[in-house]
């Protein structure tokens, strides 16, 4: 099994990438740390605690970290998630037995990678401000990751501004520093196939009726699908941190290409913006691996036969 932490900041499509991680026996799920980012880090926090009591995971620690980008101010939350991160359905969820770890995320972090017998994975699906203070506090435990599988960035434009991703927008100098480090594997999965992969209320419905457990997860999604459909126009929702999760627990899932890449930090209107350079890919071999396509009905049909039988 792939030793997994998930770094969130639920979320209703964080919500869904930890249920997807729960339900998948190829990754042991051995730690989730929180950011802020769609909501305030205590809400981000307290959903990640209840999304695992749902999911009746409650012997995975839940350290929360940090409240506020590395250099500038919180630019604020994203309003697609509701004024709770789950759509004002987070109270449908069963209340937690426990209380976040004593621990802050970084020390969980490292203390998880320190006990690691093998390599581990994390997949960051929020903005990039704890993995960065990580890689900055604890730079010798970079041997201990296996690849970060990150949700974020926009390689032909953005969703919170014309360029930029919501996660990277959040902290772009935290997601320079981790995107741009040479020693840690990345596999970048951005919202151009994550929106393409976008999954149907038909599909949404398949799932509701599934299990109470799927049940709970389409309730969380009213204000996120509503958010969606005005954006694309269709009855659709991206479900973007699962798809970065998909890959975690069946690699190759995505078709990757190497590019290398940087984050606009200046704070003109291109902040938080994903520059790819697509020049002379085949000469290449530094960079990190962004996912490019996927067979979405084949991903489709995974998610819904593994969070289904939940
Ligand atoms: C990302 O931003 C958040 O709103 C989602 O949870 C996802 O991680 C998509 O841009
Ligand atoms: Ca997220």
Redesign the pocket.
């Known amino acids: 099994t792939i030793p997994l932490i998930i770094d969130t900041?639920p979320?209703v499509?964080?919500a869904f990438a930890l249920a997807l991680a729960a339900a998948s026996p190829e990754v042991d799920l051995i730690g989730v740390t929180t950011v802020f980012g769609?909501v305030s880090p205590e809400l981000t926090t307290r959903n990640a605690l209840r999304v695992l009591a749902l999911l009746g995971r409650e012997d995975v620690p839940v350290a929360a970290g940090a409240e506020r980008p590395l250099v500038h101010p919180n630019p604020g939350v994203?309003s697609?998630?509701g004024a709770d991160g789950l759509s004002g359905f987070a109270s449908t969820l069963p209340e937690p037995s426990r209380g976040p770890d004593e621990r802050d995320a970084v020390t969980l972090l490292k203390d998880l990678l320190e006990a690691a017998e093998r390599p581990v994975t994390i997949a960051p699906?929020?903005p990039l401000t704890n993995i960065a203070l990580l890689l900055a506090a604890h730079p010798g435990l970079r041997h201990k990751i296996e690849r970060l599988v990150v949700?974020g960035g926009g390689v032909r434009g953005g969703?919170i501004t014309s360029v930029a991703?919501?996660?990277l927008w959040c902290d772009p100098e935290a997601a320079r520093r981790v995107l741009a480090d040479p020693e840690v594997p990345v596999t970048l999965v951005p919202?151009d196939l994550t929106t393409r992969a976008a999954v149907s209320v038909s599909w949404l419905a398949e799932l509701a009726s599934a299990s109470e457990i799927g049940a709970k997860l389409v309730g969380l999604t009213p204000d996120y699908l509503a958010t969606y459909r005005r954006i694309l126009g269709r009855d659709v929702m991206a479900l973007?941190?699962a798809v970065a999760v998909a890959e975690v627990v069946r690699p190759g899932i995505l078709r990757v290409r190497r590019f290398p890449v940087d984050v606009e930090c200046s704070l003109g209107p291109g902040r938080g913006g994903l520059l790819v350079d697509e020049r002379l890919e085949s000469a290449r071999r530094e960079g990190i691996d962004i996912a490019v396509d996927t067979d979405a009905a084949d991903l489709h049909r995974f998610m819904l036969e593994r969070l289904g039988a939940l």
């Open positions: 900041d979320g499509d964080d769609n994203s697609a998630h699906i929020g949700m969703n991703e919501f996660n919202m973007h941190d």
